[in-house]
């Protein structure tokens, strides 16, 4: 049964976030009215979806915030998953993401994270089960949490994201600040940070503050807001992205020990109407790579590198809630980016994947939302 408990919505909806470090206001929005170059095929719908993982070519695990998960067919046959968790489910908090082990053909293992029910505002976990798989049923077993945020108070802004390291051997977590700003630049917590974790849950050697005495070992980077895109690129780099206050959504590019600022800088405003001081002033603090006005309240971040849309090849692509898009990110030399297109969804994009196939895949978050595949024109 799920823990229906009723919480405050999260302080994502009056953003305003602006272009990129290094282009003008408003980059992208030359597309975003215009033709799209795919055609959107509805596959499926679901109760607010909030992130959809490939299993291999024909299947797909898609999770409902309110504690559903749901073995997918890429024809669109649906097949609900026994044994998920007892979640917090409100405002921003619920189930959250999921994704295959690096070596889940041979183990069946999946990771998934949510809010746990063990206060009013609940803890982050990250946990792990095996997938089993039949023709007349799916279900987790063997579930157990494998890290958890014990700093549970707070409100919203879980973070949650799952990203593996390009070796396999390690995972890569992110932790909202749950709305207490302060905490990003406390070392002592995890929340508004980035953690880096063997796949057994332990902080991973080699972390850069595994020595500092008080630090929590499996930071890895810290100064983040409320992130909900994480991903490697094919040149193996980590990149995420972030909601601002008033404004500053942000892509960074992720590097070991960086503080990227939150709450010291900020090139959005309080809800108040109060400024914080920006990036700019701050050139110790890791300046984003890219950040948006008006709002796009980014989620769900991928990186391209199939063969059906040749141009997008390396590109990332970024859903937008506020912005009811899709944006194509660009890079260039010395870890540059650019917005290149946003295209208009007509939706709030909650997840984006690409399948073995090279097709784009998004979720709208909604109570019906969507799962559409995106095919070339």
Known sequence: MLAMTKLFAGATAVLMSAA??????????????????????????FDTPWALAFLDDDEMLVTEKGGRIWLVSTKGDKQPVEGAPDVVYGGQLGLLDIAPAPDFKASGLVYLTYVEPNSESGALALARATLTRSESKASLTDLKVIWRDEAIEGGGQPGGVIAFAPDGRHIFLTVGDRMRPKRAQDLS?????????????????GNPF???????PEIWSYGHRNPYGLAFAPDGELWAHEMGPRGGDELNHIKPGLNYGWPLVSNGDQYSGAGIPRHSTRPDLAAPAVYWTPV???????FYTGGRFSDWKGSALIGGLAGMSLSRITFGDGGAAHEADRWDMEARIRDVAVDPDGYVWVIEDDTEGRLRRLEPK
Do not use: H
């Not at 597309?31 to 799209?36: C, E, F, K, Q, T």
């Not at 917590?189 to 050697?205: E, H």
């Not at 796009?296 to 991928?302: F, N, Q, Y």
């Open 296 to 302: 796009i309240a980014p989620a769900g971040l991928t």
């Open 189 to 205: 917590t995890p929340q508004g940070s980035i953690i880096r974790l063997t796949l057994d849950g332990a902080p991973a050697p």
């Open 20 to 45: 990129t470090a290094i282009a003008s206001e408003n980059a992208g929005e030359n597309n975003a009215s215009g033709a799209l170059p795919f055609s959107a095929w509805d596959i499926a719908v």
């Open 210 to 216: 595994e020595t500092r005495k008080q630090a929590r």
